[in-house]
């Protein structure tokens, strides 16, 4: 009976994965701080204008970032072969920028005392999704209503 039930949830959590296209970076060794300033400024808006500003910028970030970008849209690419990007309106639906691991370095300070360094590092998710597809969700629940 238990094993039944954790066959449909995981077979339930596998079909819902089938609509989500991702692609994460780990341990990305710039910090957290730094990656969420590009972040912020491709949050929800459209593939291709995050990735001519992700392109343009010219921090060391957004480097990293649009290839992760890309990463993802081949994923959608792979999930929906047929399909033109252009149809699909993908955006970058979430981003999240967590931080990662850190390196601790000590630094020789004055008067025979030492400074600690934190070499930040951090995780990327970025998850597109398709604008057309999320209003032929909407469209038919407002129709039947």
Do not use: C
């Amino acid at each position: 009976m238990v094993a039944r039930r954790k066959k449909l949830v995981a077979d339930a959590r596998k079909e819902a994965k089938k609509s989500v296209y991702m692609a994460r970076l780990v341990n990305n060794p710039t910090s957290p701080r730094k990656t969420r300033i590009m972040a912020d400024v491709i949050r929800g808006k459209d593939v291709d204008y995050a990735m001519n500003v992700l392109k343009f910028s010219r921090r060391e970030s957004s480097e990293k970032l649009l290839k992760l970008l890309k990463s993802a849209v081949a994923n959608w690419q792979v999930k929906n072969e047929g399909q033109r990007m252009e149809d699909a309106q993908l955006y970058v639906k979430t981003i999240m920028v967590d931080g990662g691991r850190m390196l601790k370095r000590i630094r020789t300070a004055p008067q025979r005392r030492t400074n600690r360094i934190r070499k930040r590092s951090n995780h990327v998710t970025i998850i597109v999704g398709s604008r057309a597809e999320e209003m032929s969700k909407i469209v038919p629940t407002a129709v039947e209503n």
